[in-house]
Nanobody
Framework: QVQLVESGGGLVQPGGSLRLSCAAS????????IGWFRQAPGKEREGVSC?????????YYTDSVKGRFTISRDNAKNTVYLQMNSLKPEDTAVYYC?????????????????WGQGTQVTVSS
């Protein structure tokens, strides 16, 4: 069964850090572009970051997380990570990872066909 499973979410104080993991089964993650998205209550799903399938692992970040979030992949573990530092209350959302067979990095949800179930991140004091 092909699936993505996110983990690592939780409750953290403002300024804190979390590392989200996106583990794949039934698919070799190194062949796919991977995106991270988030959706806060009452808001549309927002693209946060992506990493390409290419060997250079080129990546992209939405402006609101640049300098705070880092995406990386470990193909040996079939896992992609999102390191989130200096977290803010406005980062609170359900975070999803997604995989795409379309070449290149994109934070457009339509680029992705396979989605995980999401993990909750809450930033609050």
């Amino acid at each position: 069964q092909v699936q993505l499973v996110e983990s690592g979410g939780g409750l953290v104080q403002p300024g804190g850090s979390l590392r989200l993991s996106c583990a794949a089964s039934g698919v070799r993650m190194g062949s796919y572009a991977i995106g991270w998205f988030r959706q806060a209550p009452g808001k549309e799903r927002e693209g946060v970051s992506c990493i390409s399938e290419s060997d250079d692992g080129s990546s992209y970040y939405t402006d609101s997380v640049k300098g705070r979030f880092t995406i990386s992949r470990d193909n040996a573990k079939n896992t992609v990570y999102l390191q989130m530092n200096s977290l803010k209350p406005e980062d609170t959302a359900v975070y999803y990872c997604a995989a795409s067979t379309i070449a290149g990095c994109s934070i457009a949800p339509s680029h992705y066909a396979l989605w995980g179930q999401g993990t909750q991140v809450t930033v609050s004091s």
